[in-house]
């Protein structure tokens, strides 16, 4: 095997695996064949005759690229034969569908991007500020959230967002799990969702987690006043430390899904507002003694 066969098969070894990361990763080889080559997102689009928010959105992995469009686009770059099939192989794999694309009917597509991402993502750090994080709740909890928000959808419907929440969860266990880091806003704890009973169970499954090797939870607590992420919850997804690793990623849930950012100065905003809320929580150790508290609080009668 050649020196560069070797270093191919690696390449593809790392590859990853979600028709989400694979698209973002075509995105990606685009944007680095077009400023390669010296040329402007005006230029290709205008050579195309397509419009620039075509190319842009390509290049931003917010579409898919059709095969006819991709041979296009690597011709005009001067791609040679053994690129331009590994970019077709790529592109081929990245329009299949993931397992939670089955309930593509009953998700905004914006969420669904983001479970692709977070299929493939190293570590999660995120700031929960009205319910329990969703890959910490439970079931019921879950369903109860979903009732209350989800108000315009049939049964049914809510049950298959219900399932896609669960089935998420797969990444704490899988191998190697997902590193999780998650800070909890009190009210997040002492909301009734679903009634006692149902807050005291998640609270407890809160509490099992947290003994977890790569789960950490801590709690934000009114008494810190002011802080840094007063605008919301938000979710930091990073992808590896090997050289061509994906860029980490924050997500802003929302009414219609949520916002994904990935710009430099946005995450640099972001990561400083984790950190600071991580300094200003309780430690990992006495906010696990503070949901176990809160669990067998009478409070909760």
Request: hydrophobic share 40%.
């Amino acid at each position: 095997m050649t020196a560069l066969q070797v270093r191919y098969r690696a390449r593809l070894m790392a590859m990853p695996t979600s028709p989400t990361m694979l698209r973002r990763h075509v995105a990606a080889e685009l944007r680095r064949l077009r400023e390669h080559a010296h040329r402007s997102v005006a230029d290709v689009a205008g050579d195309l005759g397509w419009s620039e928010s075509k190319l842009s959105r390509i290049e931003t992995a917010n579409t898919g690229v059709r095969n006819s469009d991709l041979e296009r686009l690597l011709m005009l770059y001067g791609v040679e034969d053994s690129e331009r099939s590994r970019l077709l192989a790529l592109a081929a794999q990245a329009r299949q569908r993931g397992w939670w694309e089955a309930y593509g009917d009953a998700l905004p597509d914006a969420y669904t991007t983001y479970i692709g991402f977070e299929a493939e993502a190293r570590s999660i750090f995120a700031y929960q500020a009205q319910v329990v994080y969703g890959l910490l709740q439970t079931a019921e909890y879950a369903s109860a959230i979903m009732h209350s928000t989800e108000f315009f959808d049939r049964p049914d419907v809510i049950g298959q967002r219900v399932a896609v929440r669960m089935a998420r969860q797969a990444v704490l266990t899988r191998e190697p799990p997902i590193e999780l880091r998650v800070i909890l806003d009190e009210a997040a704890l002492r909301r009734s969702i679903g009634g006692p009973d149902v807050l005291r169970r998640q609270l407890r499954r809160l509490v099992e987690a947290g003994e977890r090797p790569n789960t950490s939870i801590q709690v934000l607590t009114f008494a810190v006043g002011a802080h840094r992420a007063h605008e919301g919850s938000f979710t930091l997804l990073e992808f590896g430390e090997d050289e061509g690793a994906d860029s980490p990623m924050v997500y802003c849930p929302g009414l219609t899904g949520g916002v994904i950012r990935s710009r430099p100065r946005e995450l640099r905003m972001y990561w400083a507002c984790f950190e600071a809320l991580r300094s200003s929580a309780l430690s990992v150790e006495r906010s696990i003694e503070f949901i176990t508290e809160l669990a067998n609080s009478e409070a909760l009668q």
